[in-house]
């Protein structure tokens, strides 16, 4: 897994992208709190923890663990309750927590930063931890939104995008239950993400064979700072002319919505599973 988290303390009132992002992410929390009231939750992958911090107000416990040292050590100071426990430890090894312990084990915008070869190990822990009638809560970007058919992740961090067939075949090989939801927003919202995310693709077509020729020269001559190029890929902030629409317009939580329908046109996937 590759680092890569969100801290909202940073965002400048006029960051319209970031803040897009911040809420989107938010979303998943807000949906998470009709099951965690009074419940014992454990967050996998928790960035900044803001999202611990929202749920420790009606979750009796929350355990929380990240593999970033940099973003739990942020968590730990800037998003503490008592009731928040924050953990440094790796999913993809067995963590020193007995089994059945959660009822309510979260983990948002994570397996998409793991190894498809990898994903059971995932999978298989958050199933160990969980209660028998407990919810295990995942949220992922979803590919047909953002990428066209074969292309590879345009964030570097991402070693696998899925589209919503794909993640709950995968999500079915470890639970019983799985229903799957999409989170949406409103149009502007739709189409900012979209210029943020998605290259046109008249664009992507055309770069196919640039850069598979740009490789192959860059490998023969050993020219690296061409590769280094392409493996600094990553998702762009806006342009300036969308930043600017709405730039009085305040975004709430209230601009993003979950629905079970027209699932291939949702920004994140959402599932709720069952053992």
Same mark, same amino acid.
């Given at each position: 897994m590759s680092k890569e988290w969100m801290n909202p303390d940073n965002f400048r009132k006029n960051d319209k992208a970031n803040i897009l992002?911040?809420?989107r992410h938010l979303k998943a929390y807000e949906y998470v709190k009709e099951f965690a009231v009074n419940k014992k939750v454990l967050?996998?992958?928790?960035?900044?923890?803001?999202?611990?911090?929202?749920?420790?107000?009606?979750?009796?416990?929350?355990?929380?663990?990240?593999?970033?040292?940099?973003?739990?050590?942020?968590?730990?100071k800037n998003n503490t309750n008592e009731n928040i426990e924050y953990v440094h430890a790796n999913i993809l090894d067995r963590l020193k927590i007995k089994e059945s312990t959660f009822?309510?084990?979260?983990?948002?915008?994570?397996?998409?930063?793991?190894?498809?070869?990898?994903?059971?190990?995932?999978?298989?822990e958050i199933k160990r931890l969980l209660k028998p009638n407990g919810y295990a809560i995942l949220t992922t970007p979803n590919r047909l939104f953002r990428l066209h058919p074969f292309q590879k992740p345009t964030n570097k961090y991402h070693k696998i995008e899925y589209s919503p067939s794909q993640f709950e075949k995968v999500l079915k090989k470890h639970f019983s239950k799985v229903q799957l939801s999409v989170i949406r927003g409103?149009?502007?919202?739709?189409?900012?993400?979209?210029?943020?995310?998605?290259?046109?693709l008249s664009h992507f077509l055309m770069l196919?064979? &640039?850069?598979?020729?740009?490789? @192959?020269?860059? $490998?023969?001559? *050993? =020219? &690296?700072?061409?590769?280094?190029? @392409?493996?600094? $890929?990553?998702? *762009? =902030?806006?342009?300036?002319?969308?930043?600017n629409l709405h730039s009085d317009f305040e975004y709430n939580l209230n601009d993003f919505y979950l629905t079970n329908k027209h699932l291939k046109r949702g920004i994140d996937l959402i599932a709720t599973c069952k053992i």
């Open positions: 992002l911040y809420y967050e996998i992958g928790c960035g900044s923890g803001y999202g611990s911090k929202y749920l420790s107000e009606i979750a009796n416990s929350i355990t929380t663990v990240d593999l970033d040292i940099d973003s739990l050590e942020y968590a730990k009822d309510i084990v979260i983990s948002f915008q994570v397996i998409e930063h793991i190894n498809p070869l990898d994903s059971n190990i995932y999978l298989d409103n149009n502007f919202i739709e189409k900012t993400e979209k210029r943020r995310i998605k290259t046109p196919i064979p &640039i850069k598979k020729t740009l490789l @192959f020269i860059s $490998r023969k001559f *050993k =020219l &690296i700072f061409i590769s280094d190029f @392409f493996d600094k $890929r990553g998702e *762009k =902030l806006v342009p300036n002319y969308i930043q």
